[in-house]
């Protein structure tokens, strides 16, 4: 709690099969658990992490991964629950659930990831983009995600590194904020993959600086910057200063943070 303003540090912790932690419990691999097809199992091994989480003093899960895994040349399918978006769906929202428990305020916050189609990158390349029809997109790739926040209350969203139709997920408003916050009502917060804003510049070449990529984040709905404070720092608090971005966009971010209530 001793920070400058006095407002508690959220920190996260990598939970996929276990915290990523010396001494904790490293449980099956999500692809080895959805085969046991038995939602409750994964929900006592996400209350087991989220015990030994809190220990650590995390308040963050950056997990369940219910990305929906089209493509078997992908490097990432072990971290998913498989192809299918119902099994995907049922399995990741009984993770949220063990994650952050029956009262918020003795849970910890469950990290949806990654929004989204990052399951189904072109060619199998981490980080390419996905080729996804509309349909298809809200009955397979959205459904997961869905589910885990209307069902099971998930807390926070991580966005994909990959781009949908030509606009980075990071950046995308029709994804973080007209189907997130306005046709689901998601009332948490929005995270970004590693070092994904500054990718805005150095990977998808659509802003030309950091503090663009801060603007175009913070526009389309990120409010975190993970893993540490760099587009949202500096390059940031400059364009706020020469009024080049409102004031009302950094609010909205931090009154979410807020509501939380850890």
């Known amino acids: 709690e001793e920070t400058r303003l006095g407002i508690p540090a959220l920190v996260h912790e990598e939970c996929l099969s276990g915290v990523l932690a010396r001494g904790a419990n490293l449980f099956p691999q999500p692809i080895a658990l959805a085969s046991t097809w038995i939602p409750e199992l994964v929900r006592k091994m996400a209350g087991f992490i989220r015990d030994q989480l809190l ?22 399918v072990e971290e998913t629950f498989g192809e299918d978006p119902y099994l995907v769906a049922s399995m990741g929202t009984a993770y949220v659930q063990g994650m952050q428990g029956e009262d918020p305020l003795q849970g910890v916050v469950a990290t949806l990831k990654h929004f989204v189609g990052y399951g189904a990158a072109e060619g199998g390349f981490n980080c390419a983009p996905a080729h996804i029809p509309e349909r298809e997109l809200r009955e397979v790739f959205l459904l997961p995600f ?30 973080l904020t007209e189907i997130l916050r306005k046709e689901w009502s998601f009332p948490g917060i929005v995270v970004s993959d590693y070092f994904a804003i500054e990718m805005l510049q150095s990977h998808h070449r659509l802003a030309s600086d950091k503090g663009e990529a801060a603007r175009l984040a913070l526009e389309a709905g ?16 400059e364009l706020v200063e020469r009024g080049l971005i409102r004031e009302a966009l950094i609010d909205k971010a931090v009154l979410r943070i807020l509501r939380l209530k850890f």
């Open 222 to 237: 990120v409010d975190i910057e993970l893993p540490q404070t760099d587009c949202y720092g500096t390059p940031l608090r």
């Open 146 to 175: 869905e589910c885990a926040i209307r069902e099971g209350g998930a807390l926070a969203v991580m966005n994909s590194y990959g781009e949908l139709d030509g606009i980075p997920c990071a950046a995308s408003n029709e994804l």
């Open 55 to 76: 220990v650590l003093g995390a308040r963050q899960g950056l997990a369940p991964v219910i990305d929906v895994a089209r493509d078997p040349r992908w490097g990432r």
